[in-house]
């Protein structure tokens, strides 16, 4: 069975910092891209940083770009997403997500399994 578990969301101040993981089981974790993506209430979906763990190769979206960063461990089959300067804005549910390829990308559709998201809330 495939599964993605998110965890270190919570209630933060502007400014400061979080470390989302992403542990993942079922799949072939080194053959795959692991995606972030968010969802504030009442927007649309939004791709915020993905890595291959293939290639080590990774993409970094421009609204968190200089704030956010991720990696990945192979070997714990587990990402993360580190999160600092944070802002309101950034307040949302993150989710974490697998696609099949050597390169990274965050066209979400074609991610093939997620996570259930963990809650992220940044007070000002």
């Known amino acids: 069975e495939v599964q993605l578990v998110e965890s270190g969301g919570g209630l933060v101040q502007a400014g400061g910092s979080l470390r989302l993981s992403c542990a993942a089981s079922?799949?072939?974790?080194?053959?795959?891209?692991i995606g972030w993506f968010r969802q504030a209430p009442g927007k649309e979906r939004e791709g915020v940083a993905c890595?291959?763990?293939?290639?080590?190769?990774?993409y970094i979206g421009d609204s968190v770009k200089g704030r956010f960063t991720i990696s990945s461990d192979n070997a714990k089959k587990t990402a993360y997403l580190q999160m600092s300067s944070l802002k309101p804005e950034d307040t949302a549910v993150y989710y974490c997500?697998?696609?099949?390829?050597?390169?990274?990308?965050?066209?979400?559709?074609?991610?093939?399994?997620w996570g259930q998201g963990t809650q992220v809330t940044v007070s000002s």
């Open positions: 890595i291959s763990n293939s290639l080590g190769k990774l």
């Open positions: 997500a697998a696609v099949f390829s050597p390169l990274p990308h965050l066209v979400d559709t074609e991610y093939d399994y």
């Open positions: 079922g799949f072939t974790f080194d053959d795959y891209v």
